[in-house]
């Protein structure tokens, strides 16, 4: 019992300094022990070494950082997932799913420069959520969705349609965070997980939707228009 309240407490206490410093809550621990680390170098005599490895654990809650996104009215529209640059569209099955049931995708790329945290493409419920394990390739190759680690997030509408977004570990993202189960209710921008220091995120949607953007846009997650169901 005390053990289990003691992780609570650091939860809320991990998910409280989270908030003050805008970054995500899986980031806190890790630049937390690299700026303990470079104070401890620092008192140990050793003033500039310390010095580059506090400016290190900023740098690392930079990549971690969590802003706040404009509440938009997209209703029935698919918003980005993901922070990035648009680097594929095309038409296909889910991953390791059927080839008779089809969707249209959008492929978005995230830099180690881009915020990492992702965000609900429509609101709906979460029918699934399946980890894949696999390889670690560059995610901006086409294979890395049957390849890489990842994780199939399947989404379901008002109406009843399915949608999913596929979270794509690439070459330096060793870690896929997704805070979703099935049967969880979401709305359309609301935080979902990310996908530490980088990699990709494709979209699915039905055929009765249209692509919004274009291979090299920016899109920005929980803001930008991907896809339009047509009339």
């Known amino acids: 019992m005390i053990d289990r309240e003691r992780a609570t407490g650091l939860l809320r206490m991990r998910n409280r300094l989270a908030k003050v410093f805008g970054i995500a809550a899986e980031g806190v621990p890790i630049a937390g022990a690299v700026m303990a680390l470079g104070f401890a170098v620092s008192l140990l005599g050793f003033a500039w070494p310390g010095a580059l490895i506090i400016v290190a654990a900023f740098a690392v809650a930079a990549f971690f950082r969590d802003p706040e996104r404009a ?26 799913g059927s080839h008779e049931e089809r969707y249209r995708r959008v492929s978005v790329f995230m830099s180690p420069f881009d915020v990492h945290v992702n965000r ?26 049957e390849h890489n680690e990842r994780n199939l997030i399947v989404l379901s509408d008002a109406a009843g349609r399915r ?3 596929v979270q794509v570990a690439g ?26 220091f980088g990699s990709r995120v494709d979209h699915f949607m039905p055929l009765d939707y249209r692509i919004a953007v274009e291979i090299g846009d920016r899109v920005r997650a929980g803001e930008s228009i991907i896809g339009e169901r047509q009339r």
Request: aromatic letters at 4%; glycine letters at 12%; a neutral charge.
């Open 71 to 96: 509440q938009k009215n997209h209703e029935g529209a698919v918003i980005s997932g993901a922070d990035g640059k648009v680097t594929d569209i095309g038409e296909g099955c889910l991953p390791g």
């Open 120 to 145: 609900a493409p429509i609101s709906g419920e979460v029918i699934s959520v399946e980890h894949t394990a696999g390889k670690f390739r560059p995610a901006f190759r086409d294979e890395a969705s």
């Open 163 to 165: 949608h999913a977004m």
């Open 171 to 196: 070459y330096l993202a060793r870690r896929i965070v997704c805070r979703l189960r099935p049967a969880d209710l979401i709305e359309r921008g609301e935080r979902v997980g990310m996908i530490m």
